[in-house]
Nanobody, 122 residues
Framework: QVQLVESGGGLVQAGGSLRLSCAAS????????MGWYRQAPGKQRELVAT???????TYADSVKARFTVSRDNAENTVWLQMNSLKPEDTAVYYC????????????????WGQGTQVTVSS
């Protein structure tokens, strides 16, 4: 069983920065895309940023030029650097890993982290 372990959330003032980390709990044969989603109270979960194994990135329009997603394929770790945070960035942030194969025998499946709270005060 693969677990995604997140860290780095917290409370920050508007204009501040936070860095989220997400690491797989064991050695992994392969992971396709990794990324971050968020869910604010009363809203649906939305994409924040993703990065493929080859390094291609995708960002939500609302975070472009403020957030940066990166990953270490060897360590099966993904980060989200969040700068110039705004109160509307307040949400639970979830790590996501797509088409994970723990061993070469496994069928690819997706995994989610447990979520980490990010709160931005005005």
């Amino acid at each position: 069983q693969v677990q995604l372990v997140e860290s780095g959330g917290g409370l920050v003032q508007a204009g501040g920065s936070l860095r989220l980390s997400c690491a797989a709990s064991r050695n992994i044969f392969s992971i396709n895309a990794m990324g971050w989603y968020r869910q604010a109270p009363g809203k649906q979960r939305e994409l924040v940023a993703t990065i493929t194994r080859g390094g291609t990135t995708t960002y939500a329009d609302s975070v472009k030029a403020r957030f940066t997603v990166s990953r270490d394929n060897a360590e099966n770790t993904v980060w989200l650097q969040m700068n110039s945070l705004k109160p509307e960035d307040t949400a639970v942030y979830y790590c996501n890993a797509v088409s994970v194969r723990a061993t070469w025998r496994d069928t690819p499946r997706d995994y989610w982290g447990q979520g980490t709270q990010v709160t931005v005060s005005s």
